[in-house]
């Protein structure tokens, strides 16, 4: 779960940069929608697999 700030951070500064000179402001809209998608993806992923690696663990299978 720690990466989850991380990647929406650096994924929202990148998406501000890049998109922080378009003439109609419009691009705050975009980009927290990539702050909120990102953040939700990131955090669904590390959330999957959390759960899958301790599943693992509780089957005993080798190597977890």
Same mark, same amino acid.
């Given at each position: 779960?720690?990466?989850?700030?991380?990647?929406?951070? #650096?994924?929202?500064?990148?998406?501000?940069?890049?998109?922080?000179?378009?003439?109609?402001?419009?691009?705050?809209?975009?980009?927290?929608?990539?702050?909120?998608?990102?953040?939700?993806?990131? #955090?669904?992923?590390?959330?999957?697999?959390?759960?899958?690696? *301790?599943?693992?663990? *509780?089957?005993?299978?080798?190597?977890?």
């Amino acid at each position: 779960m720690a990466a989850v700030p991380g990647t929406s951070g #650096g994924l929202t500064l990148a998406a501000a940069y890049d998109w922080s000179h378009e003439a109609s402001g419009l691009f705050a809209i975009g980009v927290g929608r990539v702050m909120i998608g990102s953040a939700a993806a990131t #955090g669904l992923a590390a959330f999957l697999s959390s759960a899958l690696h *301790k599943r693992g663990a *509780k089957a005993g299978r080798p190597g977890h």
